[in-house]
């Protein structure tokens, strides 16, 4: 399982785009990099997931290079509801478990 | 949108007591997970299972939890002599193929 950093906190405002890095210097060949969002006293939820180069969906955006040592989420035209806490985890799709560091706590103000 | 419903939302015990965390799996899901989070700490890995049996397990996970599917819908967590430390929200996940995961709401087990 591929060690991942992050920041710890981000702070935006409504209507910004933020792009949250993560850093994953020893990723394996099999990983994918998998991004979830967890608000409070809830349970994690599964936003995307990419190999390489670029992936979007109707949430967000994730960008990973051809050297794959780090990705970036993309959130569009955040609001107040996408306060909550990111995390970057590299999944072997062999593993049956997702191992979840501190994450990102992203706060967005009005 | 297929859902995890765990039950009961809330649970509060006393210490020494059995618990048992219940859960329903998405229908057509195979995999079963348990985590916990320890409030203001990290989402911790417990057991995984599949086919009926337990694939992995963390070493938090000790002789006094286990789990069940008794009946082939609910997936369920108990915990045998709770402890204080206990205390935590009990995410429940299932997939289909192993990636991604749905998670539950969890259940907040406060032990006094």
């Known amino acids: 399982l591929a060690k991942t950093t992050q920041p710890i906190s981000m702070d935006s405002y409504e209507g910004q785009e933020v792009n949250i890095t993560c850093s994953h210097n020893?990723?394996?060949?099999?990983?994918?990099i998998t991004w979830y969002q967890q608000f409070p006293s809830q349970g994690p939820r599964f936003i995307i997931q990419?190999?390489?180069t670029k992936v979007t969906n109707e949430v967000a955006s994730l960008f990973i290079p051809a050297d794959r040592k780090s990705s970036t989420l993309s959130l569009p035209r955040v609001s107040l509801s996408d306060t909550a806490v990111y995390y970057c985890l590299g999944v072997d799709t062999g593993f049956q478990k997702l191992v979840f560091g501190t994450g990102t706590r992203l706060l967005v103000s009005p | 949108e297929p859902e995890v419903t765990q039950t009961p939302s809330h649970q509060v015990t006393q210490m020494g007591q059995e618990v048992i965390l219940r859960c329903v799996p998405i229908s057509n899901h195979l995999y079963f997970y348990w985590y916990r989070q320890i409030l203001g700490q990290k989402v911790e890995f417990l057991v995984s299972f599949y086919n009926n049996e337990i694939s992995e397990k963390s070493e938090i996970f000790d002789d006094q939890f286990s789990v069940e599917r008794p009946d082939g819908s609910n997936f369920t967590l108990k915990i045998r002599s709770t402890k204080l430390e206990d205390s935590a929200m009990y995410f429940c996940?299932?997939?289909?193929?192993?990636?991604?995961?749905?998670f539950g709401s969890g259940t907040r087990l406060t032990v006094v």
């Open positions: 020893n990723i394996a060949t099999n990983d994918y």
């Open positions: 990419g190999y390489k």
């Open positions: 996940a299932s997939s289909e193929a192993q990636q991604p995961y749905t």
